[in-house]
């Protein structure tokens, strides 16, 4: 078998780190609109 | 239907007249066609690539831009002192703007064509005497294509905060499946092949410009209504 | 500030996903490690298209019905779209380097979704450049429904490029038929991605909603 396991763990963190990074920016952006009143 | 066509033929005597006296757009367009086939040859080794190899990548890349330069200006103008405002009240249908708009255009590109492509084939030495009327029928269906598109998202770009540098981005996804074709077929044309052989190209272009003359012309009093 | 019920099933789910592939899901013996890019390619690349479709949808929805909801609706999907795409086009060379050889080939899909990127950036760069509301609607419609038309015709020239075109030399082997263990990790990645696709989506048409009815209001966002 051949050893490409970091192209594999490469692959993970970025597409894993994508989806939470534009989860957060979402929640941001929306706390960013009231920050007196709870969205 | 006729008054449609009458009155886009009207719009686009009127954007003609206006390039005719100016001649900015064009002249700027037709250097910048000309200076981008004088750069191409220097950007390319010619002991590595046969000429008729690289030729159909320089006409299309240059046609591409040099007819982006030029849409701009279709609506651009019409922006100076708000002339879009007469031209929307004039009792005349959304789709005759847009049609003479397009039609302008489109004499503006097929223009730029008339003398890039007989420069292309003198400075890279090309065979064309035997194809050219094959090759601008290729540049004809091409320049449709590229007109309607161009048209189109210079009505909407010229009304952005980002205009210019808008229209590029919008446009050119349009544009590949216009330049693959018109390029293969190109090739082909040049290297002696068999016209059969760029048929399938030309009916792919010829099907890009049906729908999207049809798709354009329905969209663009979207882009203008208020 | 708190999260949604949606959002949390989004989370399970795609924490699910990920423990299945990296501890359930044997390695394939031929393509190594690498074969479990796979699972995430392939389910980011069904979202990325079905987000497209509805952008396509909703865009012709609006300018038929002239709903404001639905444009927001649209300017939601193209956004999660986007990064569903990007990580499409980030994962899939990291797969193809070990496995075929080579980060990239012009082959119809690859150029396809790297063209609904280029559209999808192009329709939200759009949307930034318009500053009335119901003229940014209307753009971002048409330029929505032409995008819609223009990718038949992407594929289609690509699809005749190649095959016109003498083949490369990188081996792009026939895809294997999955043994079942592997095909269920596709199944769970393929629902977890539609979860969060729906969770995204509705996160991000809230905060449309607030950010139009806050502006509504008179509100400082401009």
Same mark, same amino acid.
């Given at each position: 078998?051949?050893?490409?396991?970091?192209?594999?763990?490469?692959?993970? &963190? &970025?597409?894993?780190? &994508?989806?939470?990074?534009?989860?957060?920016? &979402?929640?941001?952006?929306?706390?960013?609109?009231?920050?007196?009143?709870?969205? | 239907?006729?008054?449609?066509?009458?009155?886009?033929?009207?719009?686009?005597?009127?954007?003609?007249? $206006?390039?005719?006296?100016?001649?900015?757009?064009?002249?700027?367009?037709?250097?910048?066609?000309?200076?981008?086939?004088?750069?191409?040859?220097?950007?390319?080794?010619?002991?590595?690539?046969?000429?008729?190899?690289?030729?159909?990548?320089?006409?299309?890349? $240059?046609?591409?831009?040099?007819?982006?330069?030029?849409?701009?200006?279709?609506?651009?103008?019409?922006?100076?002192?708000?002339?879009?405002?007469?031209?929307?009240?004039?009792?005349?249908?959304?789709?005759? /703007?847009? /049609? !003479?708009?397009?039609?302008?255009?489109?004499? *503006?590109?097929?223009?730029?064509?008339?003398?890039?492509?007989?420069?292309?084939?003198? *400075?890279?030495?090309?065979?064309?005497?035997?194809?050219?009327?094959?090759?601008?029928?290729?540049?004809?269906?091409?320049?449709?294509?590229?007109?309607?598109?161009?048209?189109?998202?210079?009505?909407?770009?010229?009304?952005?905060?980002?205009?210019? /540098?808008?229209?590029?981005?919008?446009?050119?996804?349009?544009?590949?499946?216009?330049? $693959?074709?018109?390029?293969?077929?190109?090739?082909?044309?040049?290297? !002696?092949?068999?016209? !059969?052989?760029?048929?399938?190209?030309?009916?792919?272009?010829?099907?890009?410009? /049906?729908? *999207?003359?049809?798709?354009?012309?329905?969209?663009?009093?979207?882009?203008?209504?208020? | 500030?708190?999260?949604?019920?949606? %959002?949390?099933?989004?989370?399970?789910?795609?924490?699910?996903?990920?423990?299945?592939?990296?501890?359930?899901?044997?390695?394939?013996?031929?393509?190594?490690?690498?074969?479990?890019?796979?699972?995430?390619?392939?389910?980011?690349?069904?979202?990325?298209?079905?987000?497209?479709?509805?952008?396509?949808?909703?865009?012709?929805?609006?300018?038929?019905?002239?709903?404001?909801?639905?444009?927001?609706?649209?300017?939601?999907?193209?956004?999660?779209?986007?990064?569903?795409?990007?990580?499409?086009?980030?994962?899939?060379?990291?797969?193809?380097?070990?496995? @075929?050889?080579?980060? @990239?080939?012009?082959?119809?899909?690859?150029?396809?979704?790297?063209?609904?990127?280029?559209?999808?950036?192009?329709?939200?760069?759009?949307?930034?450049?318009?500053?009335?509301? =119901?003229?940014?609607?209307?753009?971002?419609?048409?330029?929505?429904?032409?995008?819609?038309?223009?990718?038949?015709?992407?594929?289609?020239?690509?699809?005749?490029?190649?095959?016109?075109?003498?083949?490369?030399?990188? =081996?792009?082997?026939?895809?294997?038929?999955?043994?079942?263990?592997?095909?269920?990790?596709?199944?769970?990645?393929?629902?977890?991605?539609?979860?969060?696709?729906?969770?995204?989506?509705?996160?991000?048409?809230?905060?449309?909603?607030?950010?139009? =009815?806050?502006?509504? %209001?008179?509100?400082?966002? =401009?």
């Amino acid at each position: 078998m051949p050893d490409n396991s970091g192209y594999y763990h490469a692959a993970y &963190i &970025i597409a894993v780190a &994508i989806y939470v990074l534009y989860a957060l920016s &979402i929640r941001r952006r929306a706390a960013k609109l009231r920050p007196s009143r709870p969205a | 239907m006729r008054n449609v066509f009458a009155a886009a033929w009207l719009i686009a005597r009127k954007d003609l007249a $206006i390039e005719f006296r100016t001649r900015s757009a064009f002249t700027a367009s037709l250097i910048f066609a000309l200076l981008g086939i004088v750069i191409f040859y220097f950007a390319w080794d010619s002991t590595a690539v046969a000429s008729v190899d690289l030729a159909p990548g320089v006409l299309w890349v $240059i046609f591409t831009f040099a007819g982006l330069l030029g849409l701009h200006r279709s609506f651009g103008v019409e922006q100076e002192e708000r002339a879009i405002d007469a031209l929307l009240a004039a009792p005349i249908e959304r789709e005759s /703007i847009f /049609i !003479g708009k397009a039609l302008a255009n489109l004499v *503006f590109v097929a223009g730029v064509q008339v003398v890039a492509i007989p420069a292309v084939g003198m *400075f890279y030495n090309l065979p064309l005497g035997r194809v050219a009327p094959a090759l601008f029928t290729v540049a004809f269906l091409a320049a449709v294509g590229l007109v309607v598109i161009g048209t189109l998202f210079s009505a909407m770009a010229s009304n952005t905060r980002l205009a210019e /540098i808008l229209l590029p981005m919008l446009a050119l996804p349009f544009f590949v499946p216009i330049v $693959i074709p018109a390029a293969q077929a190109t090739a082909k044309l040049l290297s !002696g092949r068999p016209i !059969g052989e760029a048929l399938p190209w030309l009916k792919l272009l010829a099907a890009f410009d /049906i729908v *999207f003359i049809v798709a354009c012309t329905l969209a663009f009093p979207f882009t203008i209504e208020d | 500030m708190k999260v949604s019920r949606l %959002s949390i099933v989004a989370i399970l789910a795609g924490l699910a996903a990920l423990v299945r592939v990296v501890f359930f899901t044997p390695f394939e013996a031929i393509q190594g490690p690498a074969q479990k890019i796979f699972y995430v390619h392939v389910s980011a690349a069904w979202c990325a298209f079905l987000a497209f479709g509805l952008v396509g949808l909703l865009s012709a929805l609006y300018l038929w019905m002239r709903d404001e909801k639905l444009d927001r609706l649209a300017e939601s999907a193209a956004e999660v779209g986007t990064v569903f795409t990007t990580i499409v086009l980030i994962t899939g060379p990291l797969w193809a380097k070990p496995v @075929w050889g080579t980060y @990239w080939t012009w082959d119809a899909r690859l150029t396809l979704t790297l063209f609904l990127w280029f559209i999808f950036v192009a329709y939200i760069i759009l949307r930034g450049a318009v500053d009335d509301r =119901a003229l940014r609607s209307r753009y971002s419609a048409v330029l929505g429904i032409l995008g819609a038309l223009l990718v038949p015709f992407i594929h289609l020239s690509v699809y005749m490029f190649r095959t016109l075109h003498p083949k490369p030399i990188v =081996a792009k082997p026939e895809r294997p038929s999955l043994p079942n263990e592997m095909l269920v990790t596709l199944a769970v990645c393929v629902v977890a991605a539609l979860i969060i696709l729906g969770a995204l989506l509705r996160a991000r048409y809230n905060y449309a909603n607030l950010r139009d =009815a806050e502006i509504d %209001s008179g509100g400082a966002h =401009a």
